[in-house]
């Protein structure tokens, strides 16, 4: 049984940086890509950024330039590296597992993911 366990939310100041974690168990994390959504309050969920399993990444555009993706196969973990961070960052952060493995496609939709973590909030102060 796939499970993704995600960490590292909290609260911080416009401007500011976070790192999220997200934990994989259950299969061999390295063959898969992986992908960070977010939702706020009263909104859809929304595509963040993947990495696939060659390393190759796909950002939206509100985050380019500010957030990272990346991964640790010998940890099984995938991390997000959130910097410059801006009122409008402020959600709930999933990271999700795509069951395709060795894919090379970049998937901005969630029903495209089969696993989901249970989410970590980012509260970003004025």
């Known amino acids: 049984q796939v499970q993704l366990v995600e960490s590292g939310g909290g609260l911080v100041q416009t401007g500011g940086s976070l790192r999220l974690s997200c934990a994989a168990s259950?299969?061999?994390?390295?063959?898969?890509?992986m992908a960070w959504f977010r939702q706020a309050p009263g909104k859809d969920r929304e595509f963040v950024g993947t990495?696939?399993?060659?390393?190759?990444?796909l950002y939206a555009d509100s985050v380019k330039g500010r957030f990272t993706i990346s991964r640790d196969n010998a940890k099984n973990t995938v991390y997000l590296q959130m910097n410059s961070l801006k009122a409008e960052d402020t959600a709930v952060y999933y990271c999700?597992?795509?069951?395709?493995?060795?894919?090379?496609?970049?998937?901005?939709?969630?029903?495209?993911?089969?696993?989901w973590g249970q989410g970590t909030q980012v509260t970003v102060s004025p």
């Open positions: 259950g299969r061999t994390f390295r063959s898969y890509s």
């Open positions: 999700a597992s795509n069951s395709a493995a060795y894919s090379l496609g970049f998937y901005r939709d969630p029903p495209m993911y089969d696993y």
């Open positions: 990495l696939t399993w060659t390393g190759a990444a």
